[in-house]
């Protein structure tokens, strides 16, 4: 998944993005691990799903990371790309 802040100005250490992650995924998200990669002018989110259909759990990141990005303030200016 990769996050692109609207203002090249509202960088974020991944790390935080990382801890963002994790905090809102559920048990039921089978979120396993994640990282969180900086790029020039984006962020990579990669994370272990547990699923047997990699569809599924490219579904799950992209709800669970939209959903992060809507309900934290420090997000607010990021969006999924």
């Given amino acids: 998944m990769r996050i692109a802040p609207l203002d090249a100005a509202q960088a974020l250490e991944p790390t935080v993005v990382r801890d963002l992650v994790y905090a809102g995924a559920a048990a039921a998200?089978?979120?396993?691990?994640?990282?969180?990669?900086?790029?020039p002018s984006c962020l990579d989110i990669l994370a272990f799903v547990d699923s047997n259909d990699p569809q599924v759990?490219?579904?799950?990141?992209?709800?669970?990371?939209?959903?992060?990005?809507?309900?934290?303030?420090?997000?607010?200016?990021?969006?999924?790309?």
């Fill in 57 to 81: 759990a490219a579904d799950v990141l992209r709800r669970l990371t939209a959903e992060v990005i809507g309900r934290t303030e420090l997000l607010r200016l990021w969006r999924v790309i």
């Fill in 29 to 39: 998200d089978g979120i396993e691990h994640v990282r969180v990669r900086a790029r």
